[in-house]
């Protein structure tokens, strides 16, 4: 809602086996940006702001940074190894 | 059968008189009908919803329901980007591109108010910060929550 470039899918893991496979959920909530980036758990405001942003940007330290202060460890982990592998 | 008992209809209906400010439509789509059930298609949870969704939008003449089929609506849902059912759409003011895929019950069923109310609002409860960054993003951002109802 605040800002166009966003859209949100909620997702009830257990009625959509499929999907909560392709992405490895295993622990609820899990929120995957882009197909690329992917974090589990309900992140204070500050935190999920810049996991999101930081995943939209790229990994780079962005522009960003100075947003929330000490949220360096929350990053988005970049899902490298292509979705729906088993063998992670 | 009724999901909400009289007194918590009440204390919805009283912030929904409290905090809704433009009319939202939750577009709901279903499996096909007629007796044909598709791989994957739940039928008893794609009702479920239906019968949650109708009560809370008794709760206010701001909330409508509108009952599409995936199929029979192919032209609707494709304009939502709808592939999979049950799934709501949040309506307005605008297409804020918020979805619900699945049954909004349990810890969820707050999910689906608290989401009429801010689409309602055509605004989230987020930091003037949050509200600065989100409008900066250089690109789109296509967020997936997993959720449970437990």
């Known amino acids: ?13 257990t009625e959509f086996p499929e999907l909560a496979q392709r ?4 622990a609820v909530p899990k929120i995957v ?10 992140l204070p405001e500050p935190h999920f702001i810049t996991a999101l942003a930081r995943a939209v940007t790229g990994d780079g ?6 947003t929330a202060e000490g949220a360096a460890e929350v990053e988005a982990t970049r899902l490298d190894s292509g ?4 063998d992670v | 059968m ?3 008992n009289a007194k918590d209809a009440e204390v919805i209906r009283r912030r929904f008189a409290s905090d809704l400010e433009s009319d939202v439509r939750l577009l709901l789509f ?3 009908t007629g007796g044909l059930t598709l791989p994957g298609e739940d039928w008893q949870i794609a009702e479920y919803t239906r019968q949650i969704l109708n009560q809370v939008a008794e709760l206010s003449d701001k909330i409508q329901v509108e009952e599409y089929g995936l199929l029979s609506h192919g032209d609707v849902a494709q304009r939502y980007k709808v592939r999979l059912v049950p799934a709501i759409v949040f309506l307005g003011r605008e297409d804020y591109g918020v979805r619900y895929l699945g049954l909004p019950a349990g810890y969820e069923f707050v999910t689906l108010l608290e989401t009429i109310i801010a689409v309602s609002r055509g605004r989230g409860e987020v930091s003037e910060t ?9 690109a789109d951002a296509h967020l997936q929550i997993f959720v449970t109802p437990t």
């Open chain 1, 33 to 42: 940006i882009n197909d690329t980036h992917e974090f589990v758990g309900a």
């Open chain 1, 1 to 13: 809602m605040e800002s166009p470039r966003i859209t949100v899918d909620i997702v009830e893991a």
């Open chain 2, 130 to 138: 949050t509200r600065s960054v989100l409008a900066a993003l250089p």
């Open chain 2, 2 to 4: 009724p999901f909400l």
């Open chain 1, 23 to 26: 992405y490895n959920v295993y």
């Open chain 1, 61 to 66: 330290a962005g522009p960003l940074e100075e």
């Open chain 1, 83 to 86: 979705l729906g592998d088993d």
């Open chain 2, 30 to 32: 279903l499996p096909a």
